[in-house]
Each structure stands twice: as C-alpha cells, then as structure tokens.
C-alpha cells in the first residue's frame, strides 16, 4: 500500500519479532538492525459502510548497546595537578555517563573531596577531568555509560588510574668537596617526589649556568650527570 509516497507493509511474524499484530497493541522484539523505523495501525470494521481508520505513525528507534572504548588510559600528576580521561564511546539513545571512584574498593560516583582535595568537572560526560588533588597515591576509576532507551544494555569502561606523587624534592644537597688536581669528587643527594624523575647536574660557568659537559672546567670529566649522584 503506497500512501502520499510512502509504502506500508503488513507486518509479518520474522523469527517471532512480531506478536498481537493483529490486535490494538503491536508488540516488536529482537530487532538486531539499528536505525529508526516507522509503524502505524488500520482499524477496519466488519460492518458495511463503516470507514477504516489509519492512526498516526509510530517510530521505532532501535539502537546499539553503548559501548565504550579508548579507555582505561592512566595519568600521572604532581599533587595539585589536573588530569583529564578521554573515552570514545558509541552506541545508546541520549546516553547518560557516571564516573565513579574506588573509595577503598567500594565503587561509587565521583563526589568533591575523594581523594583529599580532589574536585571533579564534567563527570556527567564521557570525559572526566580531576583537579586539586592534596593526597599522594594511586585513585582508581571508571566510566558507567547508560541508554535511555529500554531493553540496552549499559556499559562500564576499563579501570583507569590516576598516579598523585609529590612535588619532587632534594635533600642532604649543598655538601661541598675539596679535591687537589687531578682528583675525583661525588656529590650525593637525597630525593623524593615526583613520578619517574629526571636528573641534570648544572655547572656554573661564569655566572651562566648549564649542563655540564666534559671540559668544563678544564679537563674534567663527568659520570652520573643524569642521576642523583
């Protein structure tokens, strides 16, 4: 039946997707192709002369599970700092989206304060960005994603980790040595902070400091530059 351009199939029971279609009440299950379809009801009476009546269309929107991916990727701060986690997702009709945080292995979404200091923005998103941070360690999360749409199955995201170290410090620094030409000296630091640091010994050469570099001053050579010691 051909309608104002539009064609109109009776529908047909297709690995039981249809039941009641012959009835006020159409009932469609196990749709497994996405996009939206269109659906409309012909009342007809068995008496002469009664007009049949068409109702107005239903859409049947039908989706793909949400699905999350691009997750599970770790951030590493100083205490203070910001992080933000990225995802990808797809799928859902207006998805909703819940990060949580692991409270000591209690999942739970994500609230101001947890971790110390910490505050969140943009947690209702797929992507969440954590800031102030006052607590050192390792802080689990993930992302819940939810479909408004009934019968869609919601999703959770890989666990993703966020590293807060200290500010990097040196200590047990400042130790002069004395040496006669020729000699050798080492001078030895003690560090903590930071998240996998890196090491430059400076030399000053002339009120202008820089990496040192063998020669600098004359004949000396250097090991170690790129450590703590």
Same mark, same amino acid.
């Given at each position: 039946m051909e309608v104002h351009g539009l @064609?109109? $199939?009776t529908v047909s029971s297709r690995s039981n997707i249809y039941s009641n279609q012959a009835t006020k009440d $159409? @009932? #469609? /299950? =196990?749709?497994?192709a996405n996009g939206t379809f269109q659906y409309r009801l012909?009342? &007809? !009476?068995t008496a002469s002369d009664c007009a049949p009546d068409t109702s107005a269309i239903s859409n049947l929107t039908v989706a793909l599970d949400p699905q999350i991916s691009a997750d599970g990727v770790n951030a590493s701060i100083c205490v203070g700092g910001t992080a933000t986690f990225t995802t990808? #997702? !797809?799928g859902g009709i207006a998805p909703t989206f819940a990060w949580q945080y692991n409270n000591g292995g209690t999942? /739970?979404?994500v609230s101001n304060g947890l971790p110390a200091g910490a505050t969140y923005s943009n947690q209702a998103t797929k992507d969440l &960005? #954590? /800031? =102030?941070? &006052? /607590?050192? =360690? &390792?802080f689990q999360y993930r992302l819940i994603m939810t479909s408004t749409a009934s019968d869609c199955a919601p999703d959770t995201s890989a666990i993703s980790n966020l590293t807060v170290a200290l500010d990097p410090q040196i200590s047990a620094d400042g130790v002069n040595a004395s040496i006669c030409v020729g000699g050798s000296a080492t001078f030895t630091t003690t560090v903590t902070g930071g998240i996998a640091p890196t090491f430059a010994w400076q030399y000053n050469n002339g009120g202008t400091w820089a990496n040192v570099s063998n020669g600098l001053p004359a004949g000396a050579t250097y090991s170690n530059q790129a450590t703590k010691i």
């Open positions: @064609t109109y $199939l $159409l @009932t #469609v /299950a =196990g749709t497994t012909i009342m &007809t !009476s990808t #997702v !797809s999942w /739970a979404n &960005t #954590v /800031a =102030g941070t &006052t /607590a050192n =360690g &390792t």
